[in-house]
T-cell receptor, first 116, second 113 residues
Framework: GAGVSQSPSNKVTEKGKDVELRCDPI?????LYWYRQSLGQGLEFLIY????????KSGLPSDRFSAERTGGSVSTLTIQRTQQEDSAVYLC??????????????FGSGTRLTVV | GENVEQHPSTLSVQEGDSAVIKCTYS??????FPWYKQELGKRPQLIID?????GEKKDQRIAVTLNKTAKHFSLHITETQPEDSAVYFC????????????FGKGTTLSVSS
């Protein structure tokens, strides 16, 4: 597509429920990233997918968080048993990525998650 | 892993003044340093980046400087305008495929006319 698409744009969920957030990257971008943006906390790295390689999960805050990327394209971030501290904007980004190259990220518009 | 510190967290300037935002990083292997601008309610967008083989890069009113010895880099905006008001994020990453950008916590820049 023309840009990185995220859905839903807003999600309100009850504490303890599971949620799924979707990211559709730019066609041809092999790298996909998930970040969390909380007020005053900047952009917190969560997980990174690169082609068919094993994802870098080092930023996931707990085992309630997981993500997958099917067919090297669309990614889903799942949060199980949501807690109020999970409330944030979840941003997805994609980029070209080749050895020896640095390419800027294109961010999606994010999913604003509110846990009540 | 990498850790990026960014200062100040807020910055207010008068239109026409210069603004400087500074970042430090911890991983001496990092050698790619982009800056992103996020306007209110919008997604972050890349405005300039620098690689460690250069000390300074300029693009019209914005410039970035890098001091690898001290492990810090700075964003300089000259002749600020109200439309420069936004949150600015610095980031750092090792120069190789397979690692993600680590961002600072952001600087909220307000330019008053």
């Amino acid at each position: 597509g023309a840009g990185v698409s995220q859905s839903p744009s807003n999600k309100v969920t009850e504490k303890g429920k599971d949620v799924e957030l979707r990211c559709d990257p730019i066609s041809g971008h092999t790298a996909l990233y998930w970040y969390r943006q909380s007020l005053g906390q900047g952009l917190e790295f969560l997980i990174y997918f690169q082609g068919n390689s094993a994802p870098d999960k080092s930023g996931l805050p707990s085992d309630r968080f997981s993500a997958e990327r099917t067919g090297g394209s669309v990614s889903t971030l799942t949060i199980q048993r949501t807690q109020q501290e999970d409330s944030a904007v979840y941003l997805c980004a994609s980029s070209l990525s080749r050895q020896g190259g640095d390419y800027g990220y294109t961010f999606g518009s994010g999913t604003r998650l509110t846990v009540v | 892993g990498e850790n990026v510190e960014q200062h100040p967290s807020t910055l207010s300037v008068q239109e026409g003044d210069s603004a400087v935002i500074k970042c430090t990083y911890s991983d001496s292997a990092s050698n790619y340093f982009p800056w992103y601008k996020q306007e209110l309610g919008k997604r972050p967008q890349l405005i300039i980046d620098i690689r460690s083989n250069v000390g300074e890069k300029k693009d019209q009113r914005i410039a970035v400087t890098l001091n690898k010895t001290a492990k810090h880099f700075s964003l300089h905006i000259t002749e600020t305008q109200p439309e420069d008001s936004a949150v600015y994020f610095c980031a750092a990453r090792r120069h190789q495929a397979g690692t993600a950008l680590i961002f600072g916590k952001g600087t909220t820049l307000s330019v008053s006319s």
